[in-house]
C-alpha cells in the first residue's frame, strides 16, 4: 500500500458499515480518504475521530443519484484535497419486496443508486484522473454474490443491478485495456454482510453465516496491494 499514501481514494457511501471500514482502513494507510454519504449520519464524528488519530479524512454530504451533488462534490475534492487516484463504488441500496408488490419511485431508487450513480461517479474519477495524469488509478465497484446468480424473487431489482454491476466492471476494463490505459477495474461480490441495511433480515435467520465489514476490507486492500501491473478483476467474498 506504500504507492498510495498521500493519495486520493473517494468512498461513496462511506458513512456506515462497510464504507465507513474502507474510510477507516485506507486512511491508516495513509490515504487522502473522501467519503461520499447521503445522510450526514455519523459523519462528522468519524471525521474529527480520525483526525485526531493524525489520519486524513473528509466527509460531504452527497446522494450519487444527483448528478448536481456528484458534480460539485468531485470539484470540491478536485479544488481542496486533490486528483483522485483510488474510488471505491461501496454506495447501494435494496428493496427486499417481491417485484410485482414494489411502486415504481422504489424501482428507480435501486437503479439509479447501484446503476446510474456508480456510473456517474466513476466517470467523474477517471476524468480527474485522466486530466491530472493519473494512468495507475483504481476503480472498485463494489459488487454482490447477486451480481452473479439469481436465488431470490425477493430482491429481483437489486439482484439485476448488480448483474449490470457485473458487465459495467468488465466492459470498463475492456474499454481502458483498449486505450493503453493502466487504470485498473476490481468487482468485490460479498456475500450476506452484517451491515445496518442487513441486520433486521440477517436477526431474522439466526442461523445464516454472515461476514462483518472488516472481512469485506481486506478484499479491498488485497486488490489495491497486487502489483501495478496487475488486474484482480473480481473477488468473490462468502461466509463459511
Given at each position: 500500500?506504500?504507492?498510495w499514501?498521500?493519495?486520493?481514494?473517494?468512498?461513496t457511501?462511506?458513512?456506515?458499515?462497510?464504507?465507513?471500514?474502507?474510510?477507516?482502513?485506507?486512511?491508516?494507510?495513509?490515504?487522502?480518504?473522501?467519503?461520499?454519504?447521503?445522510?450526514?449520519?455519523?459523519?462528522?464524528?468519524?471525521?474529527?475521530?480520525?483526525?485526531?488519530?493524525?489520519?486524513?479524512?473528509?466527509?460531504?454530504?452527497?446522494n450519487?443519484?444527483?448528478?448536481?451533488?456528484?458534480?460539485?462534490?468531485?470539484?470540491?475534492?478536485?479544488?481542496?484535497?486533490?486528483?483522485?487516484?483510488?474510488?471505491?463504488?461501496?454506495?447501494?441500496?435494496?428493496?427486499?419486496?417481491?417485484?410485482?408488490?414494489?411502486?415504481s419511485?422504489?424501482?428507480?431508487?435501486?437503479?439509479?443508486?447501484?446503476?446510474?450513480?456508480?456510473?456517474?461517479?466513476?466517470?467523474?474519477?477517471?476524468r480527474?484522473?485522466?486530466?491530472?495524469?493519473?494512468?495507475?488509478?483504481?476503480?472498485?465497484?463494489?459488487?454482490?454474490?447477486?451480481?452473479?446468480?439469481?436465488?431470490?424473487?425477493?430482491?429481483?431489482?437489486y439482484?439485476?443491478?448488480?448483474?449490470?454491476?457485473?458487465?459495467?466492471?468488465?466492459?470498463?476494463?475492456?474499454?481502458?485495456?483498449?486505450?493503453?490505459?493502466?487504470?485498473?477495474?476490481?468487482?468485490?461480490?460479498?456475500?450476506?454482510?452484517?451491515?445496518?441495511?442487513?441486520?433486521?433480515?440477517?436477526?431474522?435467520?439466526?442461523?445464516?453465516p454472515?461476514?462483518?465489514?472488516?472481512?469485506?476490507?481486506e478484499?479491498?486492500?488485497?486488490?489495491?496491494?497486487?502489483?501495478?501491473?496487475?488486474?484482480?478483476?473480481?473477488?468473490?467474498?462468502?461466509?463459511?
Open positions: 500500500m506504500e504507492r499514501r498521500n493519495r486520493v481514494a473517494v468512498v457511501g462511506g458513512g456506515e458499515g462497510i464504507g465507513e471500514a474502507i474510510v477507516r482502513r485506507l486512511a491508516a494507510e495513509g490515504m487522502k480518504v473522501v467519503a461520499l454519504d447521503r445522510k450526514e449520519g455519523m459523519l462528522k464524528e468519524i471525521e474529527k475521530e480520525l483526525t485526531e488519530k493524525k489520519f486524513y479524512a473528509r466527509f460531504r454530504i452527497c450519487i443519484t444527483d448528478d448536481d451533488q456528484v458534480q460539485t462534490a468531485f470539484k470540491w475534492i478536485e479544488d481542496n484535497v486533490g486528483p483522485v487516484s483510488v474510488l471505491v463504488n461501496n454506495a447501494a441500496v435494496v428493496n427486499r419486496q417481491p417485484l410485482t408488490e414494489m411502486e419511485s422504489s424501482i428507480r431508487a435501486v437503479i439509479d443508486t447501484n446503476l446510474t450513480g456508480l456510473l456517474v461517479t466513476t466517470i467523474h474519477a477517471i480527474s484522473m485522466k486530466d491530472s495524469g493519473i494512468d495507475d488509478g483504481h476503480i472498485i465497484n463494489f459488487n454482490s454474490i447477486h451480481g452473479h446468480r439469481v436465488r431470490s424473487q425477493a430482491i429481483s431489482v439482484t439485476a443491478t448488480k448483474h449490470g454491476v457485473t458487465v459495467l466492471s468488465e466492459t470498463l476494463k475492456k474499454e481502458l485495456g483498449e486505450k493503453k490505459s493502466k487504470i485498473r477495474v476490481t468487482s468485490v461480490s460479498p456475500g450476506a454482510t452484517m451491515t445496518p441495511s442487513n441486520r433486521c433480515y440477517l436477526e431474522k435467520t439466526p442461523n445464516k454472515y461476514l462483518e465489514p472488516k472481512d469485506i476490507v478484499s479491498v486492500i488485497f486488490a489495491l496491494s497486487a502489483p501495478a501491473n496487475v488486474n484482480i478483476s473480481e473477488i468473490t467474498v462468502e461466509p463459511v
